[in-house]
């Protein structure tokens, strides 16, 4: 079924939208605003659409089943439903699976970041009027294309330095939306956002990984000497974040989206196992018995910091949680929503991934 015609102000194609934080800016636009979304996925192996659990049934919802390097595919969508918002969350996001795979990194990030920016720009070129006044483009990025940080914070005017296959592909994929907003006008905006978490992440990830592996008293293995820095972004004020950028940013703009939050990875997980043990107690006594530092693996970078000042001054954004109680919110979820990471288990997750972290 088609939105051409929808009385909606907003049809907003989102790629990516079954991940982990397209599957957030997919439940807030559901929930929060009239606009009919259009989720453009092509449902590998992290996406999960129980992560939308509202979007059954509604009728300012579709699933499109596509990937988004197929482009005549993406010109069917485009012509079908008639969108005047396009958020790119579409991407390969494992740093550690860029490493011994990083072919299909080039392929989603840098081919289909391309593809799709030439489907957006035949649309857009045949919109008139308001029409084409009013279509954005809005491409999520990760602030890791800025290498790793020693001293201040990642600004929108920060060099970038990638250093891992991911990261690289991340960075090509926005100086791409860069290229074809200065040499086609197509009215595009960049976000990016330092590590997100939060509830419906794929256990893979530091966080959700290292809450499965506490509650099965597994050993908690961290890298190098666990003194890596990130800054840490609760999903849910991500997701706010890029929807006030999509429909408030300033074309050919980038905004930085980050929480002021920087923890140790050691520090994370041992955050991680006093909630555990506070919520979940173990008959075995404390779980940070169980972390165990790691090799380091190539290239991992030392600091990421964000700072978010010009999405906060010019747009009014504010993160509603800090990482104290961002994390405390997401292991009661995790401790709270045991079938859906169960069903991730049973399909042998654990047995393919049970010493992999990420950052």
Same mark, same amino acid.
């Given at each position: 079924?088609?939105?051409?015609?929808?009385?909606?102000?907003?049809?907003?194609?989102?790629?990516?939208?079954?991940?982990?934080?397209?599957?957030?800016?997919?439940?807030?636009?559901?929930?929060?605003?009239?606009?009919?979304?259009?989720?453009?996925?092509?449902?590998?192996?992290?996406?999960?659409?129980?992560?939308?659990?509202?979007?059954?049934?509604?009728?300012?919802?579709?699933?499109?089943?596509?990937?988004?390097?197929?482009?005549?595919?993406?010109?069917?969508?485009?012509?079908?439903?008639?969108?005047?918002?396009?958020? &790119?969350?579409?991407?390969?996001?494992?740093?550690?699976?860029?490493?011994?795979?990083?072919?299909?990194?080039?392929?989603?990030?840098?081919?289909?970041?391309?593809?799709?920016?030439?489907?957006?720009?035949?649309?857009?070129?045949?919109?008139?009027?308001?029409?084409?006044?009013?279509?954005?483009?809005?491409?999520?990025?990760?602030?890791?294309?800025?290498?790793?940080?020693?001293?201040?914070?990642?600004?929108?005017?920060?060099?970038?330095?990638?250093?891992? /296959?991911?990261?690289?592909?991340?960075?090509?994929?926005?100086?791409?939306?860069?290229?074809?907003?200065?040499?086609?006008?197509?009215?595009?905006?960049?976000?990016?956002?330092? &590590? &997100?978490?939060?509830?419906?992440?794929?256990?893979?990830?530091?966080?959700?990984?290292?809450?499965?592996?506490?509650?099965?008293?597994?050993?908690?293995?961290?890298?190098?000497?666990?003194?890596?820095?990130?800054?840490?972004?609760?999903?849910?004020?991500?997701?706010?974040?890029?929807?006030?950028?999509?429909?408030?940013?300033?074309?050919?703009?980038?905004?930085?989206?980050?929480?002021?939050?920087?923890?140790? &990875?050691?520090?994370?997980?041992?955050?991680?196992?006093?909630?555990?043990?506070?919520?979940? /107690?173990?008959?075995?006594?404390?779980?940070?018995?169980?972390?165990?530092?790691? /090799?380091?693996?190539?290239?991992?970078?030392?600091?990421?910091?964000?700072?978010?000042?010009?999405?906060?001054?010019?747009?009014?954004?504010?993160?509603?949680?800090?990482?104290?109680?961002?994390?405390?919110?997401?292991?009661?979820?995790?401790?709270?929503?045991?079938?859906?990471?169960?069903?991730?288990?049973?399909?042998?997750?654990?047995?393919?991934?049970?010493?992999?972290?990420?950052?």
């Amino acid at each position: 079924m088609s939105f051409r015609g929808a009385a909606s102000k907003h049809v907003i194609v989102v790629t990516g939208g079954a991940g982990f934080i397209g599957s957030a800016v997919v439940r807030h636009l559901l929930d929060g605003t009239s606009a009919h979304v259009v989720n453009v996925d092509k449902l590998t192996y992290a996406a999960n659409l129980a992560s939308i659990p509202r979007a059954k049934d509604n009728p300012r919802y579709r699933l499109e089943l596509v990937d988004i390097c197929n482009g005549p595919e993406l010109q069917k969508i485009f012509q079908t439903h008639q969108p005047n918002r396009i958020v &790119n969350l579409a991407a390969e996001t494992h740093v550690d699976r860029s490493i011994d795979g990083p072919s299909k990194f080039v392929r989603t990030n840098v081919v289909g970041t391309f593809t799709l920016l030439q489907e957006a720009l035949r649309y857009w070129r045949g919109l008139v009027g308001a029409e084409r006044d009013d279509f954005r483009f809005l491409h999520v990025s990760t602030d890791e294309v800025f290498g790793t940080l020693s001293d201040g914070l990642f600004t929108e005017e920060s060099a970038y330095a990638p250093n891992s /296959p991911y990261s690289a592909t991340k960075a090509g994929s926005d100086h791409l939306v860069r290229a074809w907003r200065q040499t086609y006008g197509l009215p595009t905006i960049i976000t990016n956002c330092s &590590n &997100n978490f939060g509830p419906y992440q794929f256990p893979e990830k530091l966080i959700p990984h290292m809450i499965l592996r506490a509650l099965a008293e597994e050993s908690l293995p961290v890298y190098g000497d666990g003194l890596n820095v990130r800054d840490w972004l609760y999903v849910e004020d991500h997701a706010r974040a890029l929807i006030l950028a999509l429909e408030r940013g300033e074309i050919g703009e980038t905004y930085n989206i980050g929480a002021r939050c920087e923890q140790t &990875n050691r520090a994370v997980v041992e955050q991680i196992c006093d909630l555990l043990d506070e919520m979940s /107690p173990s008959e075995h006594g404390s779980r940070r018995s169980l972390i165990e530092l790691v /090799p380091d693996r190539p290239g991992h970078d030392r600091r990421y910091a964000i700072d978010p000042s010009k999405i906060e001054n010019r747009l009014g954004w504010k993160p509603a949680e800090s990482f104290k109680s961002g994390l405390a919110k997401t292991v009661r979820w995790y401790l709270d929503n045991r079938k859906w990471w169960e069903v991730i288990l049973q399909n042998g997750y654990r047995r393919a991934r049970a010493g992999l972290l990420l950052r």
